[in-house]
């Protein structure tokens, strides 16, 4: 029984030290065995590879070196993509392309006007149906809202383009049957001073350096003013029309969306505090236009005679 049990832990003992063995790492070679060649270099770095424990990082995606050669890392596009508005050219680019939108909205909008103005029969079947106006100022206010509120439509082509023809077209035959009721030779002279108006400022908005996009405060409490004016002014004209309330009330929306044209202005430039993504073309010039049209409509209202 003794031997039996000395024979069994001394077994014992060498599967432990063979164990032990087994798991330990080889020597390293000598320089001869280094040396030797290739294939035996290899086959030695074969059987002593250890095996690697599955850590986490071996789940990874390889990492793969930036390429110096372009300039920029290979990772850098996703946030250049986002930040090139800080680019000169794409701000370029941007602002060209809302201010050729808007060129083809204010012609199309000058063509509805001369129409209803120098055509004696258009002019007195519009005047004759004021239908029509309301249901084109309608249509005006729900594609604005539409443009102004939802960005999925406004950014997503050909919608926005067929909302924004939507939008021009009501905004011109409202325009058109506003400038209607007034002298031809007033509706020419407003539309001179609005042009000159809109060249000054924008050209003034591009050079200054005033920051127009931090006075939202003051153009709030402005546009809340020109409100309250005009409910009372249209609670006030059935029972007795001032006129030079009705005048105090076109000054002050003139002022009113001029300063906002150079609020929208400067909003297109993208080096001030508040800036337009240059996705945002078709509501830069929407802005823009808008502010054109009721500087126009105001400057209609004060300097126009009625027929």
């Not at 209803?116 to 249901?135: L, R």
């Not at 000159?196 to 409490?221: A, E, H, N, P, W």
């Amino acid at each position: 029984m003794v031997s039996v049990s000395s024979k069994g832990a001394e077994n014992d003992g060498s599967n432990t030290v063979k164990h032990t063995s087994n798991n330990r790492s080889s020597a390293p070679p000598s320089y001869e065995e280094a040396t030797a060649g290739d294939g035996k270099k290899a086959d030695y770095l074969q059987a002593t590879s250890p095996t690697l424990s599955q850590h986490s990082w071996q789940h990874g995606e390889p990492y793969n070196s930036p390429d110096c050669s372009s300039g920029i890392y290979s990772g850098d596009t996703e946030m250049l993509t986002t930040q090139s508005w800080d680019n000169e050219t794409v701000r370029r680019g941007f602002i060209r392309k809302v201010y050729a939108i808007l060129m083809i909205q204010l012609l199309v909008t000058v063509a509805v006007v001369a129409l209803f103005t120098f055509c004696d029969p258009v002019k007195g079947y519009i005047q004759a149906n004021p239908g029509w106006y309301w249901a084109s100022y309608a249509v005006f206010f729900s594609t604005y809202l539409v443009l102004a509120c939802c960005s999925g439509p406004r950014r997503k082509f050909p919608w926005n383009l067929i909302l924004l023809c939507i939008f021009t077209l009501s905004m011109a035959y409202v325009t058109g049957m506003l400038s209607s009721f007034y002298n031809t030779k007033s509706v020419i002279l407003c539309l001179g001073i609005t042009a000159l108006v809109c060249m000054s400022v924008t050209l003034f908005s591009f050079q200054s350096k005033i920051d127009f996009t931090s006075c939202q405060g003051v153009l709030f409490v402005l546009s809340m003013v020109l409100l309250f004016s005009g409910i009372f002014l249209v609670i006030l004209i059935p029972f007795q029309y001032i006129p030079w309330l009705h005048a105090v009330y076109a000054v002050i929306g003139a002022i009113v969306f001029t300063m906002f044209l150079a609020f929208d202005t400067q909003m297109l430039m993208g080096s001030r505090r508040y800036s337009l993504s240059p996705e945002e073309y078709i509501f830069g010039a929407l802005n823009i236009y808008l502010d054109i049209i009721y500087i126009f409509s105001f400057l209609l209202q004060l300097f126009g005679t009625q027929e």
